[in-house]
């Protein structure tokens, strides 16, 4: 799990730095390819069939997933790297909102009190203008919508994966997310496409798409290997390596306020993940 979350931050720093000259979708696009690519060779190696017995819901699973990545790519070439890694780190939050909505699980009161801690952590690392001031200087709020969109519908994937388990193979549901977030990112990417250099083409395809299936297959054995909650705790050194990423490579230097929402959030959701757990 450490070295998933260390993985994790840097596909954030090559997206920060992709982005400098990239439009964030045409970085989706090319990640997108990539983890197509080996998830593909993933299932040709197993032998495990594409076509899935919920194609509907595989493809829902896919355009949510497509919608979240999109939103977070987005968040990181405009907001500072640690931050937008913890609002995206709320999504455990959402997950417990949308099981109890969706696959009726309650939700007890450990778990409010997690949800209403991360929320005004939220508000903390945000800093809204009409409730702090403009004296106050606030994350660019389109970037904080989209931050906050990438958790909400990270949130909505991992429900719908849960359903999906019953009936599917994991490489099955894994395959549909890129296939999707790629038909789905080219008509986007396209009318503002610009052709990268062959250092972008280094950071998007191999920083980018590399760091981030490599991300996901430590994370996947790590949540197989390691209890729920020390996998979620060890989770948060992203946001940590994302700090360090963000102050060596972008100056970037959290604020107090930003540094108290963060661990109100970490207690937040560390809270909701272990009573999930």
Excluded at 35 to 41: A, M, R, V
Excluded at 212 to 224: D, K, P, S
Excluded at 230 to 249: C, E, K
């Amino acid at each position: 799990m450490i070295g998933s979350a260390f993985m994790f931050s840097l596909m954030g720093l090559f997206v920060k730095v992709a982005g400098r000259h990239l439009p964030s979708q045409e970085i989706v696009l090319i990640r997108s390819v990539v983890t197509l690519f080996y998830s593909y060779l993933l299932l040709r190696w197993q032998r495990v069939s594409w076509r899935g017995q919920r194609t509907g819901l595989l493809i829902l699973r896919g355009v949510v997933g497509f919608v979240s990545l999109s939103c977070l790519y987005f968040a990181l070439t405009r907001l500072p790297l640690a931050d937008t890694l913890v609002l995206q780190h709320t999504s455990p939050v959402f997950t417990t909102l949308l099981a109890a909505l969706w696959l009726k699980e309650p939700i007890g009161r450990h778990e409010i009190a997690g949800i209403l801690l991360s929320l005004l952590g939220m508000v903390l690392v945000a800093r809204p203008g009409f409730l702090f001031g403009t004296h106050t200087a606030g994350l660019d709020p389109l970037g904080v919508a989209a931050a906050m969109g990438a958790a909400i519908f990270s949130a909505g994937a991992y429900t719908i994966v849960r359903e999906l388990r019953r009936t599917e193979h994991p490489l099955t549901i894994v395959f549909y997310f890129p296939l999707v977030s790629t038909i789905g990112s080219l008509p986007m990417a396209l009318p503002t496409a610009v052709w990268p250099s062959p250092l972008d083409w280094l950071v998007v395809v191999a920083g980018v798409g590399l760091s981030a299936q490599i991300a996901q297959v430590w994370m996947t054995r790590g949540l197989a290997e390691e209890q729920a909650g020390r996998a979620v705790a060890m989770n948060y050194l992203q946001v940590v390596f994302g700090a360090l990423w963000g102050l060596l490579f972008f100056r970037e230097i959290p604020t107090p306020l930003s540094l108290l929402g963060m661990g109100l959030i970490f207690a937040g959701t560390g809270l909701v993940a272990r009573v999930r757990a």
